[in-house]
């Protein structure tokens, strides 16, 4: 067996030697968007630190859990904090949890991120629900040779996103009266934000919003058929008329204020898959 494979194996056997939990829905929460977790009716829960084979979270005060337990009456896995490839994990550490998550039986996938909004209709602390993507890193997790069990060697991408967990979404998100737009997302490898020129290059080659993850992540989780949902907080604009700053800090400020919103849609979200 690959290498590789054989690795994702001994982790997942390592977690259900721990908990027989028996997740469906994964869920993968972006920095400073652990709130959902308070949501959850919490059955097992261990640091990344403590899982045989899984990679370590370097960023500063965001101490990475993988939560097992119960959300609107689904069985969920959820990472809080997940590995981005500016903290220089190669790809396959990126796309590792995810395969793993796959071996503890996932059958879907929901991803969150703070993106930056190029769309001049998009404001700071909207909603952008993902409908697709573009991949800037300068890599793909799939590259190397194909581990046949997962998937195929050229996986099809032409829509990496659920078409009707996008539409529930959607619904919901009206139905509270929350500002949400439909988007395309576009991936790069950070940690630098753009520069003006850069946000203008990527809204002109078709992205609403650009963030620094979800797209290996969504690619991995494909190429194994899993269906995929993301959804990014506005937490800035760029490449608009008017220069503005971007920090870290704003980041995680704006992403704690509208994460209230997202999370009941991920919520109802659920609810609405299981029905
Ligand atoms: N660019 C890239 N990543 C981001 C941004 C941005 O403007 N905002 C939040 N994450």
Redesign the pocket.
């Known amino acids: 067996m690959d290498t590789r494979l054989t690795e994702v194996k001994k982790t997942a056997a390592y977690i259900q030697a721990i908990t027989s939990f028996q997740p469906d829905i994964g869920i993968v929460l972006g920095s400073g968007l652990g709130g959902l977790v308070n949501e959850i009716n919490i059955e097992h829960s261990l640091d990344y630190a403590q899982i045989e084979g899984f990679p370590v979270s370097t960023v500063e005060g965001h101490q990475g859990r993988l939560i097992f337990g119960t959300l609107s009456g689904s069985k969920v896995v959820v990472m809080q904090g997940r590995f981005h490839f500016y903290e220089g994990y190669g790809m396959d550490k990126v796309a590792f949890p995810i395969r793993v998550m796959k071996f503890l039986g996932i059958k879907r996938l929901l991803l969150s991120n ?3 909004g190029m769309n001049p209709k998009f404001k700071v602390g909207d909603l952008m629900i993902i409908d697709d993507h573009i991949n800037l890193f300068p890599t793909n997790p799939l590259i190397g040779k194909n581990i046949d069990e997962l998937g195929p060697r050229f996986p099809d991408m032409s829509c990496p996103y659920d078409p009707s967990m996008i539409t529930m979404a959607k619904s919901i998100a009206d139905s509270h009266q929350f500002p949400t737009h439909i988007g395309v997302y576009a991936g790069l490898t ?1 940690p630098c ?2 520069t003006r020129a850069e946000y203008r290059y990527i809204r002109s080659i078709g992205a609403d919003a ?3 993850s979800t797209v290996p992540e969504v690619i991995v989780a494909r190429h194994m058929g899993i269906p995929c949902f993301g959804i990014s907080i506005i ?2 604009l ?1 490449g608009m008329d008017d220069v503005q700053t ?1 920090s870290h800090e704003e ?1 995680l400020k704006v992403a704690k204020e509208s994460e209230k919103k997202m999370t009941v849609i991920i919520k109802e979200l659920i609810q609405s898959i299981a029905l």
Request: charged share 15%; hydrophobic share 45%.
């Open positions: 703070a993106s930056g950070g934000f753009e650009v963030g620094m937490t800035d760029g971007v980041v």
